[in-house]
């Protein structure tokens, strides 16, 4: 793996038969008390100790500064247990990516820690819930100016700012999520040093939130299978970045000029239709800048589009693609605050979270 490469958020799990918890486990069992009984009331059961007692409340969970632990049983009764924590959370400066070595050594910590707890559970055994990986490029620029690029590239989820500071940027669909922040900012958030990282570090992650989608990119299936296919971690997370982030889509985006008149002209004389191209082009621009992304997808489909039919849908999402791809135009095409293209931005960030 490459230096600047590492291992971050972890989230294991398994069946609570592969549990041992002794009588007096220390942990918290929330419930709630009926007001009008004054039972609990939550009873179901949860898990049972080493005794024959049975555990009942609404969880049992265990919150440290490094990693939760909880217990719970699902609507069809299956129970499970979790356990997820952050690797980086257990270096001083939360800065040096974390090796196999790192993780492993974590994992043993922690499952040392649950049995001191009066909780015995086999982490070797539990299957990968959840992998994050990252990468911490030192950039030319400062970390803000990096954002509209990413703001360019897809649909975006809602951050906490509050922790990854006013620049992070979160995109996503059902088998991944990544997330680019100011490292700087997220450590000074969350309290640590800041004098040890550099300036402008941005760190990009991947997360893969699923078993089956951990298991299908990385060949990681249970905690004991992670040395073994610990190197396919970073070519999983290339793959994600150089084919669902920066798509050749975006790429070619970038080739385009946005509101640059001789080079729409130019162009346009190359086309079939170099009159309709240009009118076409210009339109949607307009039609970005004014009105926004959101509102004319919106006015498209009110008053242009059919989406009772299915044919219609599909008419809508094309008219969707272009308004994307022009808006993504805009803004590549915009200069940051020091002077640089949103493109050559753009092309720097994506060598270095790909190559």
Not at 55 to 61: D, I, L, P, Q, S
């Amino acid at each position: 793996m490459s230096a600047n490469f590492g291992t971050d958020t972890i989230r294991l799990y398994s069946d609570t038969n592969q549990l041992r918890l002794e009588p007096e486990f220390r942990a918290d069992i929330p419930n709630e008390v009926d007001n009008e009984t004054g039972e609990l009331k939550y009873k179901t059961p949860l898990c049972e100790t080493t005794d024959g007692e049975t555990v009942r409340g609404m969880m049992v969970k265990i919150r440290t500064k490094s990693y939760q632990f909880s217990l719970t049983t699902s609507k069809d009764n299956r129970r499970a247990a979790t356990v997820q924590f952050s690797a980086g959370a257990y270096r001083e400066s939360n800065l040096e990516p974390s090796n196999l070595e790192h993780v492993m050594d974590v994992i043993t910590t922690i499952e040392s820690d649950l049995a001191a707890r009066g909780i015995h559970w086999a982490l070797n055994e539990a299957r990968v819930a959840t992998l994050a990986s990252n990468r911490n490029p030192i950039m030319a620029e400062p970390c803000g100016n990096y954002m509209p690029c990413l703001r360019a590239l897809g649909v975006r989820k809602k951050v906490n700012k509050t922790e990854y500071g006013p620049t992070g940027q979160r995109l996503g669909n059902k088998q991944w999520d990544s997330l680019f922040y100011d490292k700087r900012e997220e450590m000074a958030s969350k309290g640590y040093d800041i004098s040890v990282c550099p300036e402008n570090l941005l760190r990009g992650e991947i997360e893969w939130s699923k078993s089956a989608v951990v298991l299908k990119a990385t060949g990681i299936k249970t905690v004991a299978t992670i040395p073994q296919n610990w190197g396919n971690i970073e070519p999983a997370f290339k793959r994600v970045m150089k084919t669902e982030i920066f798509k050749p889509r975006t790429d070619s985006q970038c080739q385009k000029a946005a509101f640059d008149l001789s080079k729409m002209l130019s162009a346009a004389a190359d086309k079939p239709r170099p009159f309709a191209t240009l009118t076409h082009e210009y339109g949607l621009l307009s039609l970005i800048r004014d009105e926004g992304l959101e509102r004319a997808k919106w006015l498209i489909s009110e008053q242009l589009g059919d989406t009772t039919t299915k044919a219609g849908r599909v008419v809508c999402e094309r008219w969707f693609r272009e308004l994307e791809d022009a808006a993504a135009r805009l803004e590549l095409h915009k200069l940051a605050s020091s002077g640089v293209s949103n493109v050559e931005l753009y092309k720097e960030l994506k060598a270095k979270m790909t190559e």
